[in-house]
């Protein structure tokens, strides 16, 4: 399969901060992850008391007004870019500095490529979904299609 | 005297031979042939002229650690000069068909090099000389000493065309990492071989083999494992690729060369950064032969015995005809012996040491070669090559001399502990070797072969210099080769009291070329440890730092250049800006429109037209890059109380509020307008250059000093365009765009912020104003904002409306006092400074900043203080950063009172207006001051910084 670099659909993103998971999954009605690093149903954990949800486009979560909670719509915020095929993780460690082929489907981590804050979810054994903020999407684009050329190159 | 190729011997492929030049005159050579094997195969001895005596110098060795044959190569097309490459080992350049290589160091050629007076003057060039020789006068060193020292001393020149070639990088992670393709590493790889274990395998040569390459014996062994390797499907192996560094936790930099081999240029990267995570490390690096110092040993023709054992084996070339071998240990023997029975003439062989092992004396004997025990080289005859040496007995007696066209050095054995000693791994002494191994790693790491003190290479003896009759003053014996450092310079060195290695080291720049000492450091260990009359092991060692070999740039640059070095961020709107001849500016990473010119216009009649037509009519201004945080939970408020110096809890939600960031030092670090939401939510803005400056520092708070506020930040930074609409017509033109928003005066007042609908799409429309005008700043979800700027655009026709830029922003805020950080603040200014006391809570208990504020130094009336400047001529435009002093006449130097940190042509006013600040400025409202300028001196009044209605009124339209 020929390596492909293509955005993914829009979708509607949130930002989930919480101490107590528990209270968010109430408020949000969302089934989130309990470990750093996985996924479920679209929501990735990325740290103690974070969560990226990647819902269908157009959903709209409560506020949680007057929970310690934290419900932040971003979903203007960044664009996802899919990086698919045989050579998916060569192009993304081109920059990426994690350990990549030892990720199982379903892993996602806050990390950076190069200079830039990335969010990388593994989809699929040879898809990864790339989050990167809206501005530096052209770069990254660019960046992956070069790693991709020197590689078949 | 002249080399020559050896029939049935090397690696080389002689079905295909190549065609180089070499300081222009062509030459012949073979697939497989280095630069240095080809020129030596053709009888050329000479290859460049040392560093700072301009000596001729020929090939010592054949791998890395070669001092002496730096030339430079021009790749590329012919008339091409854009890859130019100085400063490269000639034992390790690839030859291919077409190469064009150049000697360095040299004018006006290499035979005949004018520099070489400083060989004769070299009485005058010791260590350290430009310390204790050419300092007087002292002006003669800027313009003369110094430009002339610097051209005569160097080696090749810098290139001057930029890189036109790529370069590749990319993280790799394996559990095993094999660093050296030798006998040690293969073994270590096939033991690897066809287990689950991630496997990587570097070698710096063009095929694995390490020293193998030239032991024949082992070549059908190195045949089978290499196709072993190969078909092993967990094993990637380099080639070509040098293992430069070893850092914290196993990771390893690596440069893998792509096409610096091949004669056509193509197109793809021409080297690529390997940085490697590894669970184990390997290091299989072998150990480098040490030269032996005795005067003359820089001769053209004198070179390491295991290199022209490397040069007969490996690439079929002889380095003499008739050799003589000066050993103080056995494998030169071994070599020498080899290089006999290969055909080469080896005339004698010379031991530093009365006895040897029987069995190789016998085998010299056997070999026609004569034999002298316990004695020394004592000089070399020849310049440009060897003609014969003079060797004696140790003890004294009569010299003798050789002829000879070749002289092997075999100074016993250093194992590379480079990366090991990078990694912190430690050293331990070992007699038998002369040198240091490796004893305690730091990380998960061997060393295997060679370089672990693992290999037999037979007897020897460790000795400093060679003894020789002759006075030291009178000798030219080389440690390091490429730095000009004999070892008359080490015993000067100590002489002037230098005792530790760190400090001989660096006087003497022992160590310091770009081979980092491969050859000298252990000898100039010796020789200080002898005249300092103490142990090798407590003069010290010098410290190992990457990069093993020299790296281009290039490799370590990757793709921070062009296009890719570094991101362009770009707004929803910015499309529309370049659409409409936008020209631009970078403010952090950003590019934002600075102005639109219309016609011919320049940029002050751009902005001039744009600011009246925002204060007449209506302006509309892409404001997208200002940072945003959503600061949501129930100690929202709490929160940003603590951490800005304005009251928040009584804020309603709908309100906004101009929020002023402290340090802890008390000085102005950002400022922002900000609104509530709601009780638990707050929309913060920052400025475009601090929005992840303040974000990290809200953060930082948060985690170390406030964890159990409920309180969490989010970056919306680019969940929004913001579409800024300022003038009298702002509410007129948004009017009939917006839905479910009451715009009247009453129900939306200044310092506001209402959610509702705009063209359809969401909003959160903020009644703010940076120009003192009625304006808006409409907020909406970025994917829309070019939409919206479009409708508002289209809706703004009727009345005028006018897009501006950066600069004319800065020229309305000016126009109203309000200052910008980090242009009107430069890290160093308090709010009373900057006239900002408002914004102070002053009933709040605490807040990020408050107690250095009461610090007696900031509340001192002569401080700097933010003030506006009027010109005396309206038509003096004053330059930003220009010093302000209070007597023109003082002799210089003046004392600077104060400098100037905006400054513009208010169209608004007619004249120029400038902020400045200034010592106690807020007690010289009316006061003349000056501003020395190159060709006149400027005087100006102190006044308020508002310039422009300053009740205020404008605001409310």
Redesign the interface.
């Given at each position: 399969m020929a390596n492909m670099i293509t955005d993914a659909l829009?979708c509607a993103r949130y930002?989930l901060?919480?101490?107590d998971a528990a209270l968010l999954e109430t408020v949000t009605g969302l089934n989130l992850p309990s470990i750093i690093g996985e996924t479920r149903d679209g929501v990735a954990m990325l740290g103690s008391?974070e969560w990226l949800a990647l819902l269908t486009e157009g959903t709209k979560l409560p506020?949680g007004?007057?929970?310690?909670?934290?419900?932040?719509?971003?979903?203007?915020?960044?664009v996802g870019i899919i990086v698919e095929g045989l050579h998916a993780i060569?192009i993304l460690?081109?920059?990426?500095?994690?350990?990549l082929?030892?990720w199982p489907v379903g892993r996602a981590s806050r990390t950076i490529f190069?200079?830039?804050e990335v969010v990388i979810i593994r989809e699929a054994d040879t898809r990864f979904r790339v989050e990167v903020?809206?501005?530096?999407a052209?770069?990254?684009r660019?960046?992956l299609k070069?790693?991709s050329n020197?590689l078949t190159? | 005297m002249s080399g020559f190729r050896i029939d049935n011997q090397g690696r080389i492929d002689r079905a295909r031979p190549l065609s180089f030049t070499f300081d222009g005159k062509a030459y012949r050579g073979f697939k497989g042939d280095t630069l240095a094997s080809a020129l030596l195969a053709n009888g050329v001895m000479l290859f460049g002229r040392s560093f700072k005596y301009h000596r001729p110098r020929g090939v010592m060795a054949a791998g890395v650690e070669e001092p002496n044959a730096l030339v430079s190569v021009l790749r590329g097309p012919k008339g091409d000069r854009s890859r130019f490459t100085p400063n490269l080992r000639a034992t390790s350049v690839e030859l291919y068909d077409g190469l064009v290589a150049e000697s360095q160091n040299r004018w006006p050629s290499l035979r005949f090099d004018a520099g070489a007076i400083n060989d004769v003057f070299s009485p005058f060039f010791p260590a350290g000389f430009y310390n204790k020789t050419f300092m007087w006068p002292r002006s003669a060193w800027e313009k003369l000493y110094e430009p002339v020292i610097r051209k005569m001393a160097g080696l090749g020149n810098a290139p001057s065309a930029l890189d036109p070639d790529h370069y590749d990088a990319t993280f790799a992670h394996c559990d095993l990492l094999i660093i050296g393709g030798g006998p040690g590493g293969l073994d270590a790889a096939l033991e690897a071989s066809g287990t689950n274990q991630r496997v990587i395998l570097i070698d710096d040569q063009d095929e694995l083999g390490g020293g193998a390459l030239f032991d024949p014996a082992l070549w059908s062994w190195l045949e089978r494992t290499r196709a072993a390797l190969a078909a092993s499907p967990n094993i990637r192996i380099l080639t070509r690729t040098s293992a430069f560094g070893y850092y914290h936790d196993n990771f390893i930099g690596a440069v893998e060369r792509l096409t610096d081999h091949l004669t056509v240029v193509p197109d793809g990267p021409r080297e690529k950064l390997w940085r490697i995570r590894a669970g184990e490390v390997v290091l299989a690096q072998g150990a480098i032969e040490r030269p032996l110092v005795f005067d003359g040993n820089d001769t053209p023709g004198v070179m390491l015995a295991s290199a022209a054992l490397t040069f007969l084996h490996r690439y079929g070339v002889a380095v003499g005809q008739r050799i003589v071998l000066m050993a103080a240990h056995d494998s030169g023997w071994r070599d020498a012996l080899a290089l006999a029975q290969a055909g080469v003439g080896v005339t004698a062989i010379v031991d530093v040491r009365e006895h040897v092992a029987p069995q190789l004396i016998a085998q010299a004997k056997e070999a026609g070669i004569a034999v002298h025990f316990g004695a020394s080289v004592i000089g070399v005859g020849g310049r440009h090559e060897v003609r014969n040496v003079t060797i004696a007995p140790n003890g004294g007696g009569g010299p003798a001399t050789i002829a000879c066209d070749a002289v092997l050095m075999a100074g016993g054995w250093t194992p590379s502990v480079h990366l090991w000693s990078h990694s912190k791994g430690s050293l331990k002494w070992d007699a038998n070797w002369g040198a240091y191994l490796p004893d305690q790693p730091n990380e998960n790491v061997r060393c295997v072969g060679a370089c672990g003190g693992a290999w037999d290479f037979g007897a020897g003896q460790s000795v400093a210099a060679l003894p020789t009759p002759k006075p030291l003053h009178k000798t030219k014996a080389f440690v390091d080769f490429q730095n000009d450092v004999t070892a008359k310079d080490i015993k000067l060195a100590v002489r002037e009291g230098f005792r530790s290695i760190e400090h001989i080291k660096r006087y003497t720049t022992n160590g310091m070329a770009t081979d980092q000492g491969k050859t000298s450091n252990l000898n100039g260990l010796q020789i200080a440890s002898e005249a300092l009359a103490l142990p090798v092991t407590s003069i010290g060692l010098t410290t190992f730092r990457p990069p093993y070999t020299p790296q281009t740039f290039g490799a370590l640059a990757g793709h921070m250049k062009g296009g890719l070095f570094q991101p362009t961020r770009k707004t929803p709107i910015d499309g529309w800006a370049e659409a409409n001849g936008a020209v631009f500016e970078l403010v952090a990473q950003w590019r934002r429109a600075r102005y639109f010119p219309q016609g011919s216009e320049d940029m002050l009649a751009a902005v001039n037209r744009e600011c009246l037509a925002v204060r007449a009519g209506v302006g509309i201004f892409d404001a997208s890059t200002l940072g945003k945080i959503e600061v949501v939970g129930p100690d929202a408020a709490e929160f940003l109380n603590r951490m800005y110096t304005n009251p928040w809890k009584a804020l309603e939600p709908g309100r906004c509020r101009y929020g002023l960031l402290l340090g802890e030092d008390g000085f102005i670090r950002d400022d922002g307008v900000s609104a509530r939401l709601a009780p638990d939510r707050f929309h913060l803005t920052t400025t475009t250059g601090g929005a992840a400056r303040v974000l990290n520092m809200m953060e930082d708070y948060l985690q170390t000093e406030w964890p159990h506020l409920d309180v969490w930040l989010t970056s919306t930074t680019e969940q929004w365009a913001v579409i800024a609409l300022q003038g009298p017509r702002a509410r007129d033109v948004i009017a009939p765009l917006v839905d479910g928003i009451d715009l009247s005066p009453e129900a939306f007042p200044h310092m506001a912020v209402r959610e509702g609908m705009i063209c359809g799409v969401p909003t959160r429309l903020f009644r703010v104003s940076f120009t003192g005008e009625l304006g808006y700043e409409i907020n909406v979800p970025a994917a829309h904002g070019r939409v919206v700027w479009d409708a508002v655009m289209a809706a703004g026709a009727a009345h005028g409306i006018t897009p501006y830029g950066t600069e004319t922003m800065h020229v309305l805020r000016a126009e109203k006092g309000y200052i910008i950080v980090g242009q009107d603040s430069d890290g160093t200014v308090t709010p009373t400074d900057a006239g900002l006391d408002w914004a102070i809570g002053k009933k709040k208990p605490d807040f990020v900043g408050k107690r250095a504020l009461a610090r007696p130094d900031m509340l001192r009336s002569d401080r700097k203080q933010f003030v506006g400047l009027l010109t005396e001529d309206p038509n003096d435009v004053l330059e930003e950063g220009a010093q302000i002093v209070a007597d023109p006449a003082q002799a210089v130097p003046m004392s600077m009172i104060g400098h100037v940190t905006s400054s513009y042509w208010s169209a608004t006013l007619g004249r120029s207006i400038a902020l400045a600040v200034v010592q106690g400025g807020h007690a010289r409202m009316g006061e003349t001051l000056h501003i020395p300028m190159p060709d006149k001196i400027i005087s100006v009044k102190v006044c308020d910084t508002v310039f422009y209605d300053k009740e205020g009124a404008r605001l409310n339209g």
């Amino acid at each position: 399969m020929a390596n492909m670099i293509t955005d993914a659909l829009a979708c509607a993103r949130y930002n989930l901060r919480a101490r107590d998971a528990a209270l968010l999954e109430t408020v949000t009605g969302l089934n989130l992850p309990s470990i750093i690093g996985e996924t479920r149903d679209g929501v990735a954990m990325l740290g103690s008391d974070e969560w990226l949800a990647l819902l269908t486009e157009g959903t709209k979560l409560p506020m949680g007004e007057g929970q310690p909670v934290s419900i932040v719509d971003v979903s203007d915020r960044s664009v996802g870019i899919i990086v698919e095929g045989l050579h998916a993780i060569d192009i993304l460690s081109a920059g990426c500095p994690l350990d990549l082929a030892r990720w199982p489907v379903g892993r996602a981590s806050r990390t950076i490529f190069e200079l830039v804050e990335v969010v990388i979810i593994r989809e699929a054994d040879t898809r990864f979904r790339v989050e990167v903020w809206r501005s530096f999407a052209p770069w990254l684009r660019e960046a992956l299609k070069t790693a991709s050329n020197a590689l078949t190159a | 005297m002249s080399g020559f190729r050896i029939d049935n011997q090397g690696r080389i492929d002689r079905a295909r031979p190549l065609s180089f030049t070499f300081d222009g005159k062509a030459y012949r050579g073979f697939k497989g042939d280095t630069l240095a094997s080809a020129l030596l195969a053709n009888g050329v001895m000479l290859f460049g002229r040392s560093f700072k005596y301009h000596r001729p110098r020929g090939v010592m060795a054949a791998g890395v650690e070669e001092p002496n044959a730096l030339v430079s190569v021009l790749r590329g097309p012919k008339g091409d000069r854009s890859r130019f490459t100085p400063n490269l080992r000639a034992t390790s350049v690839e030859l291919y068909d077409g190469l064009v290589a150049e000697s360095q160091n040299r004018w006006p050629s290499l035979r005949f090099d004018a520099g070489a007076i400083n060989d004769v003057f070299s009485p005058f060039f010791p260590a350290g000389f430009y310390n204790k020789t050419f300092m007087w006068p002292r002006s003669a060193w800027e313009k003369l000493y110094e430009p002339v020292i610097r051209k005569m001393a160097g080696l090749g020149n810098a290139p001057s065309a930029l890189d036109p070639d790529h370069y590749d990088a990319t993280f790799a992670h394996c559990d095993l990492l094999i660093i050296g393709g030798g006998p040690g590493g293969l073994d270590a790889a096939l033991e690897a071989s066809g287990t689950n274990q991630r496997v990587i395998l570097i070698d710096d040569q063009d095929e694995l083999g390490g020293g193998a390459l030239f032991d024949p014996a082992l070549w059908s062994w190195l045949e089978r494992t290499r196709a072993a390797l190969a078909a092993s499907p967990n094993i990637r192996i380099l080639t070509r690729t040098s293992a430069f560094g070893y850092y914290h936790d196993n990771f390893i930099g690596a440069v893998e060369r792509l096409t610096d081999h091949l004669t056509v240029v193509p197109d793809g990267p021409r080297e690529k950064l390997w940085r490697i995570r590894a669970g184990e490390v390997v290091l299989a690096q072998g150990a480098i032969e040490r030269p032996l110092v005795f005067d003359g040993n820089d001769t053209p023709g004198v070179m390491l015995a295991s290199a022209a054992l490397t040069f007969l084996h490996r690439y079929g070339v002889a380095v003499g005809q008739r050799i003589v071998l000066m050993a103080a240990h056995d494998s030169g023997w071994r070599d020498a012996l080899a290089l006999a029975q290969a055909g080469v003439g080896v005339t004698a062989i010379v031991d530093v040491r009365e006895h040897v092992a029987p069995q190789l004396i016998a085998q010299a004997k056997e070999a026609g070669i004569a034999v002298h025990f316990g004695a020394s080289v004592i000089g070399v005859g020849g310049r440009h090559e060897v003609r014969n040496v003079t060797i004696a007995p140790n003890g004294g007696g009569g010299p003798a001399t050789i002829a000879c066209d070749a002289v092997l050095m075999a100074g016993g054995w250093t194992p590379s502990v480079h990366l090991w000693s990078h990694s912190k791994g430690s050293l331990k002494w070992d007699a038998n070797w002369g040198a240091y191994l490796p004893d305690q790693p730091n990380e998960n790491v061997r060393c295997v072969g060679a370089c672990g003190g693992a290999w037999d290479f037979g007897a020897g003896q460790s000795v400093a210099a060679l003894p020789t009759p002759k006075p030291l003053h009178k000798t030219k014996a080389f440690v390091d080769f490429q730095n000009d450092v004999t070892a008359k310079d080490i015993k000067l060195a100590v002489r002037e009291g230098f005792r530790s290695i760190e400090h001989i080291k660096r006087y003497t720049t022992n160590g310091m070329a770009t081979d980092q000492g491969k050859t000298s450091n252990l000898n100039g260990l010796q020789i200080a440890s002898e005249a300092l009359a103490l142990p090798v092991t407590s003069i010290g060692l010098t410290t190992f730092r990457p990069p093993y070999t020299p790296q281009t740039f290039g490799a370590l640059a990757g793709h921070m250049k062009g296009g890719l070095f570094q991101p362009t961020r770009k707004t929803p709107i910015d499309g529309w800006a370049e659409a409409n001849g936008a020209v631009f500016e970078l403010v952090a990473q950003w590019r934002r429109a600075r102005y639109f010119p219309q016609g011919s216009e320049d940029m002050l009649a751009a902005v001039n037209r744009e600011c009246l037509a925002v204060r007449a009519g209506v302006g509309i201004f892409d404001a997208s890059t200002l940072g945003k945080i959503e600061v949501v939970g129930p100690d929202a408020a709490e929160f940003l109380n603590r951490m800005y110096t304005n009251p928040w809890k009584a804020l309603e939600p709908g309100r906004c509020r101009y929020g002023l960031l402290l340090g802890e030092d008390g000085f102005i670090r950002d400022d922002g307008v900000s609104a509530r939401l709601a009780p638990d939510r707050f929309h913060l803005t920052t400025t475009t250059g601090g929005a992840a400056r303040v974000l990290n520092m809200m953060e930082d708070y948060l985690q170390t000093e406030w964890p159990h506020l409920d309180v969490w930040l989010t970056s919306t930074t680019e969940q929004w365009a913001v579409i800024a609409l300022q003038g009298p017509r702002a509410r007129d033109v948004i009017a009939p765009l917006v839905d479910g928003i009451d715009l009247s005066p009453e129900a939306f007042p200044h310092m506001a912020v209402r959610e509702g609908m705009i063209c359809g799409v969401p909003t959160r429309l903020f009644r703010v104003s940076f120009t003192g005008e009625l304006g808006y700043e409409i907020n909406v979800p970025a994917a829309h904002g070019r939409v919206v700027w479009d409708a508002v655009m289209a809706a703004g026709a009727a009345h005028g409306i006018t897009p501006y830029g950066t600069e004319t922003m800065h020229v309305l805020r000016a126009e109203k006092g309000y200052i910008i950080v980090g242009q009107d603040s430069d890290g160093t200014v308090t709010p009373t400074d900057a006239g900002l006391d408002w914004a102070i809570g002053k009933k709040k208990p605490d807040f990020v900043g408050k107690r250095a504020l009461a610090r007696p130094d900031m509340l001192r009336s002569d401080r700097k203080q933010f003030v506006g400047l009027l010109t005396e001529d309206p038509n003096d435009v004053l330059e930003e950063g220009a010093q302000i002093v209070a007597d023109p006449a003082q002799a210089v130097p003046m004392s600077m009172i104060g400098h100037v940190t905006s400054s513009y042509w208010s169209a608004t006013l007619g004249r120029s207006i400038a902020l400045a600040v200034v010592q106690g400025g807020h007690a010289r409202m009316g006061e003349t001051l000056h501003i020395p300028m190159p060709d006149k001196i400027i005087s100006v009044k102190v006044c308020d910084t508002v310039f422009y209605d300053k009740e205020g009124a404008r605001l409310n339209g």
